[in-house]
């Protein structure tokens, strides 16, 4: 697609993840929305904040686009508990499933290595 | 030196505006939220992390929504055929309106945020003011530019708050942008809105308590913009805005 | 063999892969890699169009791309959190971004010279854009089409502002138009090199196809956004400045001439007219606000700490 970037002769496309990151980043939050009354919160995307408060306005910011009527609830991904049916196994031996990859799985080292 | 003496304003022999006549004080208000929108607009894409810049874009943008309707306003009252672009791109420097504090520059992200912090306070207690007049369009707008003002508010506060009690070199960097900018507030509560001042004291107090930051206590105040006698900023501000029009006149875009 | 069975039977029948499910590691780098790069085509083209809001000619112009802008910023977040289900953070990736180890969509490597470019921008780079974009709704990774989906219905404007923006333009003074052919001039190339290399030269079409990846070749995207193209530039009395290009009637399309692949792969490489500013324009705003973040994190641990005692 355009924006898929092509590889030129001489580079390689793999990729090391970059292990210079300077201050910390801010955590993850996961957020859901109920458009309107009658029906029930979905889950929409994830952003970055610091606080709550900061995660429901980015939330509302860039989901809602401040849609008035629009319930958002924001919820740490540490937080999030999953139970997912086709999960590989490395997942499956965890004693508690998170959702997202990223935070607090030890990922097998193949799959690391980006 | 008494407190007189402290408060700058325009030389003697500038004129004053009209402040009775309501195309005046609407175009104010007006000038006031397209010069802070414009300033905005140029932190896109420059702000600290991802979100900041949507919610900088998003707040240009309401502050654009209410000074186009104002300027349209405006143009309706004065009945001599000019609408907001007239209004924006063709007065100059010596007509805008505008409070000094809105022509001030985004500097870094402290002087930002306590500029906005310090306007959106403002503006909160003007729109409750204004969304109660007669006059319906003023009202109208005035309580769609509230909601948004509330909003508004509430992610300066905040900001204010973390950088104010954030950091060692927050703090710091607050404390200077409060210090540099307060000589701009005066200007907010000159005559009418001289009741605003209160509300507005009561919030600012608030908020810099919980940020660790203490009112500055240098008395001078800078006026003059409501008479068009502005610091040296907004003519480079105009001059950028305005280009496209005062090079490609009487054109359609 | 059984889990690379299962994920492709998914996959076949036109079902999700989702963020746990078992993938081949070439699977998730590809997808990474992609997700990635297109959110970094996001936040570096608000660059570009950011560069003329200041400048806009009339207030309705300055809101319509203050929105474009702020939509765009809103994608990349879309996309790097469906990145981030694959086991990386935001962060990570922007490292590689500064570092020059992960590309954006190389047409955000020219600048901006002229008012008309805006209107350009949307109606040739947002209309490549768009030529893919059900498509890519489609693309086999749950979170990543899941984002699609979102980004098309916020689409719908930023192609058909750009074009009426030159329609009035185009209708106004000589100069104008002039202003708007010296635009198509300088893009017109550009917005063809945006499909990528010809698909031979493209040696992981048939991987990404087969894991519905990449739904359509670039070739034919190619040839689709010129059909769609040329009859716009028509309208607006605007001349591609391509000598070679004309109708078909025998393929049904138009021919088109030879695009230059030294500049392509130039521009590619990083060595395009803003390549090097547009990361550092980047880098600088990350910089820059370092101790803002830090503030907030300072800030959000202080009031924990308060709130646990």
């Not at chain 2, 508010?153 to 009690?165: A, E, H, Q, T």
């Not at chain 3, 289900?85 to 935001?90: F, H, N, P, Q």
């Not at chain 3, 047409?107 to 010279?113: H, R």
Request: aromatic share 10%; glycine share 8%; net charge negative.
């Amino acid at each position: 697609m355009t924006y898929e970037v092509p590889v030129a002769p001489g580079e390689t496309a793999d990729i090391e993840t970059s292990t210079d990151l300077s201050g910390e980043s801010w955590p993850m939050w996961e957020v859901f929305v109920r458009a309107r009354r009658g029906i029930s919160h979905v889950h929409i995307g994830s952003l970055h904040a610091p606080d709550p408060e900061t995660a429901l306005e980015n939330a509302r910011d860039v989901y809602t686009r401040r849609g008035e009527g629009v319930s958002v609830w924001v919820v740490p991904s540490t937080e999030l508990y999953a139970f997912e049916p086709d999960a590989a196994a490395e997942y499956v031996e965890a004693n508690e499933k998170v959702y997202r990859l990223a935070t607090t799985y030890d990922i097998p080292e193949e799959v690391g290595q980006m | 030196m008494s407190a007189e003496q402290l408060v700058s304003k325009a030389p003697q022999g500038t004129p004053e505006p009209d402040h009775g006549d309501v195309f005046t004080m609407v175009v104010a208000h007006a000038d006031d939220n397209l010069v802070v929108s414009h300033r905005l607009g140029e932190l896109i894409s420059n702000a600290p992390e991802l979100e900041i810049d949507i919610a900088l874009g998003n707040t240009a943008l309401d502050h654009l929504g209410v000074a186009r309707a104002l300027y349209t306003y405006a143009g309706q009252i004065e009945g001599m055929g000019r609408g907001e672009d007239e209004l924006a791109m063709f007065r100059s420097e010596r007509e805008f309106t505008n409070l000094l504090l809105t022509e001030q520059p985004n500097g870094d992200f402290a002087h930002t945020i306590v500029r906005q912090f310090l306007f959106d306070a403002y503006q909160l207690q003007l729109w409750t003011d204004m969304a109660g007049w007669d006059d319906e369009t003023i009202s109208g707008i005035a309580e769609k530019a509230l909601k948004e003002a509330s909003y508004h508010l509430r992610f300066s506060s905040g900001w204010v708050m973390r950088l104010g009690d954030g950091t060692a070199e927050s703090h710091e960097r607050t404390k200077n942008a409060a210090k540099e900018l307060w000589k701009y507030t005066a200007e907010m509560f000159e005559g009418e809105r001289a009741s605003l001042r209160s509300g507005w004291e009561a919030t600012v107090s608030t908020v810099f308590d919980g940020a660790t930051l203490t009112i500055p206590e240098d008395p001078y105040q800078r006026t003059g913009g409501r008479s068009g006698f502005h610091t040296e900023h907004l003519g480079l501000l105009l001059a950028e805005m305005q280009w496209m029009q005062r090079s490609y006149p009487g054109l359609q875009w | 063999m059984a889990l690379e069975q299962r994920f492709q039977e998914i996959i076949d029948a036109e079902e999700k892969i989702e963020p746990t499910d078992w993938m081949p590691e070439g699977y998730r780098k590809t997808l990474i890699r992609q997700i990635a790069q297109h959110a970094h085509s996001e936040v570096i083209g608000m660059q570009p169009e950011g560069n003329w809001i200041t400048r806009a000619p009339s207030l309705h112009r300055k809101a319509i791309l203050m929105a474009k802008v702020q939509d765009e910023a809103g994608h990349g977040l879309y996309l790097y959190s469906a990145a981030e289900t694959l086991g990386v953070r935001r962060d990570e990736l922007q490292e590689l971004l500064h570092q020059g180890k992960h590309k954006y969509s190389s047409i955000f490597n020219y600048p901006t010279l002229n008012w008309a470019d805006i209107g350009t921008i949307g109606w040739l780079v947002d209309g490549a854009a768009i030529t893919n974009q059900v498509a890519l709704t489609r693309t086999s990774y749950g979170p990543y089409s899941r984002s699609m989906v979102r980004i098309c219905k916020e689409e719908s404007f930023h192609q058909r502002q750009g074009y009426e923006l030159l329609i009035r333009m185009c209708q106004g003074s000589e100069e104008q138009k002039a202003m708007a052919q010296d635009s198509i001039n300088r893009w017109w190339w550009p917005a063809l090199m945006m499909f990528g290399p010809t698909d031979s030269d493209s040696p992981h079409t048939e991987e990404s196809m087969r894991w519905k990846v990449k739904r359509v070749t670039n070739d034919d995207l190619r040839q689709q956004f010129v059909d769609m193209t040329v009859p716009q530039a028509e309208y607006l009395g605007l001349v591609p400045p391509d000598p070679d290009l004309k109708w078909n009637a025998e393929r049904g399309h138009y021919d088109f001439g030879d695009i230059d692949w030294d500049e392509f792969w130039r521009v590619v490489k990083g060595n395009g007219p803003m390549n090097r500013d547009r990361v550092a324009h980047k880098v600088r705003a990350w910089e820059d606000g370092a101790w803002v973040r830090e503030a907030a994190t300072a800030y959000a641990a202080k009031r924990s700490a308060r709130t646990a005692a």
